[in-house]
């Protein structure tokens, strides 16, 4: 069961990068590399492409907390086996990116009280380490079932 969970969701947030998603999340995932991953915990690498900017060439904060929500909730799955909610989802940015910025992306289970779960999403910039965004969520289990999902071929 363990290892079957992190596979899908390993597959469920490569899939999303790839476009088996909405439009909004191929946007905002689309290039998105799963460099480590165990049960509670994903890292990722990303960079920033020009789709995802605003004006100013700073990365859009609506596409990165939809890449922080959907990181966060892989996490999550990788731990449950179960899809989860957003209860309640904040989000502190402390610096912008810019197009072509390399970040990681890490997201780690830090609580589970019932049906209820914990993540901390954390965006850095590649190169030094820099804080871009700090995101704490908490979820709840989902009961629909979207199993037929992760078991399509990829």
Do not use: P
């Not at 290892?3 to 476009?19: A, H, T, V």
């Not at 799955?77 to 309640?88: C, E, M, N, V, W």
């Not at 049906?115 to 820099?130: A, H, I, P, T």
């Amino acid at each position: 069961m363990e290892d079957q969970s992190l596979q899908r969701s390993n597959n469920w947030l490569e899939g999303l990068s790839k476009g088996l998603c909405h439009e909004l999340e191929l946007f905002s995932l689309h290039g998105l590399k799963i460099v480590q991953a165990h049960r509670g915990f994903i890292r990722c690498s990303f960079v920033v492409s020009n789709r995802i900017c605003d004006g100013d060439g700073n990365w859009h904060v609506g596409a990165l907390a939809t890449l922080i929500d959907d990181v966060g909730a892989a996490a999550i799955f990788s731990l449950s086996g179960h899809i989860k909610a957003s209860l309640d989802f904040s989000i502190s940015f402390y610096s912008t990116a810019k197009i072509h910025d390399k970040v990681e992306i890490e997201a780690k289970v830090v609580g589970e009280k019932g049906r209820l779960m914990s993540v901390v999403v954390e965006v850095r910039r590649k190169d030094n380490g820099e804080l871009i965004a700090l995101a704490k969520q908490w979820m709840a289990f989902h009961s629909i079932a979207i199993s037929g999902f992760f078991d399509r071929d990829r």
